[in-house]
């Protein structure tokens, strides 16, 4: 039997497990099922620190995925971090794949049972966060070969979604993906999404508002929207040059940057062709980082430069004069988020990652000015959150697929 493990000082406690025993003969402390329809053995155990996802698949398929699940980790795109693989078990019994439970992440039988988010908007949100999945991992060259509700986990970001990929097991990298590779891994997708979806619906765990084969074939839509505006052609005369910028600000409102933008003459000489080049995921979420040392998500991200740059107008006008952005970003981080987060108890705190604690915070002082009818200071507007708000949600650190009568509406 041999074990591969990743980071092998971060988890310890997986030397000790039965890893020769059959993954469904398991019974060790924190062993939980995992419900929903699985092509393989799978089982979730909770540590006290870390929880993990053991998968059972043949030898060939464990150590493909655990290889695929590292190169996607390594291009930045959202996925579970990969733990270990252990091959080569006696008697031929299957293999075991490892993956770290994503923490604070919502599977989608708990989302659409109507108990997570506001169900107005909550197809929209899943579908959008889905067809953004599917669109990051086709400009890398990756074809899925099986996006489904079921391979898909989602976190709460600022009011949205993000959707991280979880099984890789069909997935197929390449230096690029043609249109019809494309064109067949988004069939794929609105295939399982709809059944999915009728599935939820027979067994009378689909909230009402919900039509499963329209919201599946929405899919399709939303999707060729945001590949057009990622990698679309515009052409423009050559003195419109602001085009640029207004291209430059879509793309950053979708998440997204140009680390390059190619002008090229058409012949004409008065015309110009404007071609986005090495399109990258995350420009808000990387601008954070680097000015405050903050993991977020992007909407997420988002929404603290925002607060960020009120802050700092703020400042200016109490100064006289603009203070440089790593100024603004250190006493924020120290005057605005820090004390924020620490008017939490620690019980309640770990509830929600920081950044959408932050963000709820932001919600509920908007929601108590336009109750108020004028403005409420923020110390006010968290303590009022942390009192009336936060005590009632469950906390979404670990959500087992099962648990759909757990996660509040979070007004």
Not at 28 to 55: A, C, F, N, P, W
Not at 212 to 223: D, R
Request: charged content about 25%; glycine content about 10%; some cysteine.
């Amino acid at each position: 039997m041999r074990l591969q493990l990743n980071k092998p000082a971060d988890h310890t406690a997986v030397v000790g497990w039965p890893l020769a025993t059959a993954l469904d003969e398991w019974s060790i402390d924190g062993m939980q099922r995992v419900s929903g329809l699985h092509r393989h053995v799978v089982r979730m155990v909770e540590g006290r620190d870390t929880s993990y996802v053991v998968k059972e698949l043949p030898d060939d398929l464990a150590d493909r995925e655990w290889r695929l699940l590292r190169e996607l980790a390594d291009a930045g795109l959202p996925t579970v971090e990969v733990v270990g693989v252990v091959t080569g078990r006696a008697d031929g019994q299957d293999g075991l794949l490892i993956t770290r439970h994503l923490d604070y992440s919502l599977p989608y039988r708990v989302l659409l049972s109507g108990r997570g988010l506001k169900i107005p908007y909550l197809g929209d949100r899943m579908l959008d966060a889905l067809a953004g999945l599917l669109v990051r991992l086709h400009l890398t060259g990756f074809f899925w070969g099986d996006c489904s509700l079921s391979n898909t986990l989602f976190r709460r970001d600022a009011g949205a979604l993000s959707a991280y990929i979880i099984d890789v097991e069909t997935g197929e990298q390449h230096t690029e993906l043609s249109d019809g590779q494309r064109a067949l891994d988004l069939q794929i997708a609105t295939e399982n999404v709809a059944g999915g979806l009728l599935d939820l619906g027979a067994g009378g765990m689909l909230a009402d508002g919900i039509d499963p084969v329209a919201t599946a074939l929405a899919i399709e839509e939303t999707y060729e929207r945001l590949w057009q505006e990622l990698t679309g052609v515009d052409e423009f005369n050559a003195t419109e040059t602001y085009r640029v910028d207004q291209r430059l600000r879509r793309l950053h409102d979708l998440g997204f940057d140009a680390a390059e933008l190619e002008l090229v003459s058409t012949g004409e000489g008065d015309r110009l062709r404007l071609i986005p080049c090495v399109v990258e995921h995350g420009f808000h979420t990387q601008r954070l980082k680097a000015l405050t040392g903050l993991d977020a998500e992007e909407n997420q991200a988002r929404r603290l430069l925002n607060d960020m740059s009120r802050f700092g107008a703020v400042l200016e006008q109490r100064n006289g004069k603009r203070l440089p952005d790593a100024v603004v970003a250190a006493r924020w981080l120290g005057e605005r988020f820090e004390a924020a987060i620490d008017a939490v108890p620690d019980d309640l705190a770990v509830k929600l990652v920081p950044a959408e604690l932050f963000h709820q915070m932001l919600e509920h002082r908007w929601y108590l000015s336009e109750r108020a009818g004028q403005d409420i200071g923020f110390p006010e507007a968290v303590a009022a959150y942390v009192r009336d708000v936060l005590p009632l949600a469950a906390s979404e650190q670990v959500v087992r697929p099962g648990d759909t009568g757990l996660i509040p509406i979070i007004d």
